[in-house]
């Protein structure tokens, strides 16, 4: 008989604060133990992103790593976003 299991297997913390998160998605021979097929889904989350849908192991690094003072300085290493512009507007000569 196969099981399928997926274990988040790594959990890298970058110098801007985010999480690089990789999961482990395994086909197990029950029977003998044996891994019939493997494959890898990454992601990464930001600081100050929601992690609810995510494992306890990613909820308590984020929870450590992810400060008031880590969110403000990835927040300000962002870069300024313009405004949008305003379609309406007619152009002046």
């Known amino acids: 008989m196969l099981e399928e299991i997926t274990l988040t297997d790594r959990i890298e913390v970058t110098q801007n604060g985010a999480l690089q998160i990789r999961h482990r998605h395994a086909i197990i021979d029950t029977e003998t133990g044996e891994e019939k097929a493997a494959s890898f889904h990454r992601h990464v989350l930001a600081p100050a992103d929601d992690v609810s849908g995510e494992c306890e192991r990613v909820k308590a690094v984020a929870a450590a790593v992810w400060t008031p003072e880590c969110i403000a300085a990835y927040q ?5 976003t313009e405004p ?6 007619t152009p002046t000569e």
């Open 76 to 80: 300000a290493s962002l870069p300024a």
């Open 84 to 89: 949008e512009s305003d379609a309406t507007e």
